[in-house]
């Protein structure tokens, strides 16, 4: 059964900092991974969808890698800004189509 | 492009009525639609699978008779909670995946926060 692990649960950083966030998972048989934003009350924003076959994707602020032997997976934000605080959720694709999630990570950018 | 919606956006109901959430794709035809709820501080589970004009598949552990799911268009898929209780009272999204789907991304609509007092 798929299990995806995100560290920290939570994080606190100060306007400006990069920061990384992390996310792995136990099997390594996905067709892809993706990264969510959910603002509280709310639903899923996607950041950035990486296919298996590619290492990383970048958009703006944010770049996301991925390890698919290791099964591991990062999002990498620079220059954080107060508005980037959120949840930040990893979710895999595997068979059947089906996203599995983690338990997110609690970002705060204090400002 | 790529819009889901739902409604209501949130419902408050009396223990043992029935509520129904709507998910709608708005601007492309959802071959898949799929339901998760998630509890607060934690992360989203799936519950079914629906397919448009065939039954849906319900993970383990999820009642099919208290949540129905019917996908009778390839733009309309509807939630039934039946008989909601307070243990019901929980977020719940849907995605959509189809059209504009490429490497089967889905599309997430804006969540239903259902409270069953």
């Known amino acids: 059964k798929q299990e995806v692990t995100q560290i920290p649960a939570a994080l606190s950083v100060p306007e400006g900092e990069n920061l990384v966030l992390n996310c792995s998972f136990t099997d390594s048989a996905i067709y892809n991974l993706q990264w969510f934003r959910q603002d509280p009350g709310k639903g899923l924003t996607s950041l950035l969808l990486?296919?298996?076959?590619?290492r990383e994707q970048t958009s703006g602020r944010l770049n996301a890698s991925l390890d698919k032997s290791s099964g591991r997976s990062t999002l990498y934000i620079a220059a954080s800004q107060p508005g980037d605080s959120a949840t930040y959720l990893c979710?895999?694709?595997?068979?059947?189509?089906?996203?599995?999630f983690g338990a997110g990570t609690i970002l705060r950018v204090k400002s | 492009g790529a819009v889901v919606s739902q409604h209501p956006s949130w419902v408050i109901c009396k223990s043992g009525t029935s509520v129904k959430i709507e998910c709608r794709s708005l601007d492309f035809q959802a071959t898949t639609m799929f339901w998760y709820r998630q509890f607060p501080k934690q992360s989203l589970m799936l519950m079914a699978t629906?397919?448009?004009?065939?039954?849906?598949?319900?993970e383990q552990g999820v009642e099919k008779d208290k949540f129905l799911i019917n996908h009778a268009s390839l733009t309309l898929s509807t939630l039934t909670v039946t008989s909601a209780h307070p243990e019901d009272s929980s977020f719940y999204i849907c995605s959509a995946r189809g059209g504009y789907s490429s490497y089967n991304e889905q599309f997430f609509g804006p969540g239903t926060r259902l409270t069953v007092l």
């Open positions: 990486i296919q298996s076959s590619q």
């Open positions: 629906s397919n448009e004009g065939s039954k849906a598949t319900y």
């Open positions: 979710a895999v694709v595997q068979l059947g189509n089906k996203l599995v």
